[in-house]
């Protein structure tokens, strides 16, 4: 039904009297799993089960930081600049990028 095929075959469930499978993976591709593991320990009668996935970590966000180089500044360049601006419009602007 719906080309699922199960990857578990081994009981996970082992007791005295009996034993069952208990656990179910499915799969619809024999590649989506690389190693799946029945993990038998003494603390329970339900073992432990695992399986890897070829799954691929998602690419870091790549940020640009932008500076500024002020190895050309000049200070008395700038203070002229400045004096030139007229305050009043400044005020008037809803978004820094504006012109």
Do not use: C, G
Not at 5 to 10: D, T, V
Not at 14 to 22: A, F, G, I
Not at 36 to 50: W, Y
């Amino acid at each position: 039904m719906f080309n699922l095929s199960q990857i578990i075959s081994k009981p996970t469930r082992v007791t005295r009297d009996l034993s069952s499978l208990l656990d179910v993976i499915l799969r619809t591709n024999p590649h989506q799993f690389i190693q799946t593991t029945i993990l038998e320990n003494s603390i329970s009668d339900h073992f432990t089960i695992s399986t890897l996935l070829p799954l691929k970590a998602p690419k870091p966000h790549r940020s640009r930081i932008l500076t500024r180089t002020y190895e050309n500044y000049d200070s008395e360049k700038f203070s002229e600049d400045i004096s030139k601006l007229i305050w009043n419009d400044l005020n008037e602007l809803s978004d820094v990028y504006s012109r």
